[in-house]
Structure formats: structure tokens, C-alpha cells
């Protein structure tokens, strides 16, 4: 599995931006997938994350509300929509694949496969 993400960029507080992943494997629909972030100077954390079909989501706390995860497997791609944004969101963001066919707990607990890069997310005051 490789993951390629995109979507970051600078935005005001209060705006939203969409975090994109394409996903490059035989059968994406096999991994749970999730999204994590780190801040500067603060160890990486969970996100969000979402089953084999997307019809489950998990959320953390922070992000609860404002985040919403999907995927669309005819494209292989997982998304992030972020609105409110606010500045403590402001962090690199990474996508990534649970191991294959593992369920969805796998990848709140932070047991992957694969790692995609990160996508820079700044959000002014």
C-alpha cells in the first residue's frame, strides 16, 4: 500500500479546508483507514478513522463535530473535511492504512500498515 496526500494549505480560523489521500492497492476496500496529525513539538495523535465500507467512524474529542472522514472506494481515495477550523488544529496531517482486513479499533490504537506523507494544515488567528 502507498498513500499520497494532499489538501493542506493556510486558512483563516473559522474556515474549512478538505484533506484528500489517494490510495494506490489492489483492494483498498480491505484496510480501515484514519487520519492522524502532529503539532509542532507534540508527539503525533489520532484523528479520525473509518471501516472497510465508511459506514463507521471514530473521532477524537478535539475534532468531534468539526471532522468528518470518508472514503470512496471505486476511487481509492480516503478524505478529510475540516470546517471551524481553529488555530490548535494548525499540525501536519498524515494519512494511513490499517493492516489488511484488521477492524477499524486497529486503527484508533494507532496499529497500521503504512504511513502516506503529511500534509501541512496552518490555521491563523
Known amino acids: 500500500v502507498q498513500l499520497q496526500a494532499s489538501g493542506g494549505g493556510l486558512v483563516q480560523a473559522g474556515g474549512s479546508l478538505r484533506l484528500s489521500c489517494a490510495a494506490s492497492v489492489l483492494t483498498f476496500s480491505d484496510y480501515c483507514m484514519g487520519w492522524f496529525r502532529q503539532a509542532p513539538g507534540k508527539e503525533r495523535e489520532f484523528v479520525a478513522a473509518?471501516?472497510?465500507?465508511?459506514?463507521?467512524?471514530f473521532y477524537a474529542d478535539p475534532v468531534k463535530g468539526r471532522f468528518t472522514i470518508s472514503r470512496d472506494n471505486s476511487k481509492n481515495m480516503v478524505y478529510l473535511q475540516m470546517n471551524s477550523l481553529k488555530p490548535e488544529d494548525t499540525a501536519v496531517y498524515y494519512c494511513a492504512a490499517g493492516k489488511k482486513e484488521a477492524p477499524i479499533i486497529t486503527v484508533v490504537r494507532g496499529d497500521l500498515e503504512v504511513w502516506g506523507q503529511g500534509t501541512l494544515v496552518t490555521v491563523s488567528s
Open positions: 473509518v471501516s472497510w465500507s465508511g459506514g463507521s467512524t
